[in-house]
């Protein structure tokens, strides 16, 4: 049998045994009982849409969407590349993914070789290249209000409303598969899309806003045992909402624990509302602000303090907007109703000063 012919029909055999999960399963054992590890490359699939009816019944309608920028200032750097997807969804994942927007933009500015060589992505690319307001506004479809997905929202939300200010983004809920969904507690040891994918069995053409988003529905629509999907996580902290909690006036001996802890310092004020100060964003629930008050109480001030916070919902959470309305947390308050709630004693009314 000539060379190419017996290559052509173990061509043939390997196609026709990925057509199906039971089959890709069963080369993906064999071949890992040999050492060998088996990838699907994202560019190649097509996404397994949900026909559910049940499903289909409660289907919303969402936005996968990625930037490639000029740099990671988002007060002065500037949109290079602008990818969306539109996709349905309910509360337990996605459902099908659809129509693609993919635009280079002209910065007008040379891009800098850092960023070339991690996106690919040349100045001869983006030449001359516009792309307007409206021209997004369109495709997103603001009257439909559909939820917005990006894999790090707290800088993508703020270069979409910066660079395209009339596209109607600030109007949207927005959530973040990287800052809303545990990767840990799902046996991921990180949190970057690339590593995700890896992790997954996936291979693609990362640092590319479009193949970036191409790549998502398949990572947050895995079931992970009694954790359910990644989406479903994220949805479910999304519509708890997250307050947004600046530790003000800490001083700079405790700032190796507040980084420890996860939180940010904010030099310019640009996160915290102009207040330059370490902060964190926390989810809105109980146990894990009454946490937070007694770490901030005991390890930080050490005595119960009162400081600048704020309730954020999807429409105000990742945005450099300032919030529209400021509260107080209050370590002793938080604390004793959580201690009343798990004491099981007479119902305690939430503080007015801190409506969390």
């Not at 405790?254 to 939180?263: A, F, I, N, Q, T």
């Amino acid at each position: 049998m000539q060379t190419d012919e017996r290559v052509e029909k173990l061509k043939l055999f390997f196609e026709n045994l990925l057509k199906s999960s039971v089959g890709h399963d069963q080369l993906s054992a064999a071949l890992s009982a040999c050492g060998v590890s088996i990838f699907r490359q994202v560019e190649a699939q097509v996404f397994p849409e949900v026909t559910d009816p049940e499903r289909l019944a409660n289907a919303r309608k969402g936005l996968l969407i990625d930037t490639e920028t000029t740099g990671v200032n988002t007060m002065q750097d500037k949109v290079i590349q602008l990818a969306m997807r539109k996709f349905t969804y309910d509360d337990h994942g996605i459902l099908s993914v659809g129509e693609v927007f993919d635009r280079f933009r002209d910065p007008g500015m040379p891009i800098p070789e850092e960023v070339v060589k991690l996106t690919r992505i040349t100045d001869a690319d983006v030449a001359g290249k516009t792309l307007t307001d409206q021209e997004v506004r369109s495709f997103v479809e603001i009257e439909e209000n559909p939820l917005v997905v990006c894999h790090n929202a707290a800088f993508d939300r703020k270069m979409l409303e910066r660079n395209f200010p009339t596209a109607g983004f600030e109007n949207l809920t927005f959530d973040c598969s990287f800052a809303q969904i545990d990767w840990s507690a799902r046996g991921f040891n990180s949190g970057k899309l690339e590593l995700l994918a890896l992790s997954s069995g996936y291979v693609y053409g990362s640092h590319n806003a479009l193949n970036d988003i191409n790549v998502m529905p398949y990572i947050l629509n895995q079931e992970h045992g009694d954790l359910g999907t990644p989406f479903a996580e994220m949805r479910h902290k999304g519509d708890r909402g997250s307050v947004l909690l600046i530790a003000q006036g800490s001083s700079f001996d405790s700032k190796d624990k507040l980084k420890e802890r996860g939180y940010r310092w904010s030099a310019d004020g640009e996160e915290t509302v102009g207040i330059k100060a370490w902060y964190t964003v926390l989810e809105n629930d109980p146990e894990i602000l009454a946490t937070e008050a007694d770490f901030l109480k005991d390890e930080i001030y050490k005595r119960d303090v009162e400081l600048p916070a704020y309730k954020l919902q999807g429409d105000e959470r990742y945005s450099s907007r300032k919030p529209a309305f400021k509260e107080t947390f209050r370590t002793a308050e938080v604390r004793s109703v959580m201690d009343a709630v798990s004491q099981k004693s007479a119902p305690v009314e939430a503080q007015s000063a801190f409506g969390f």
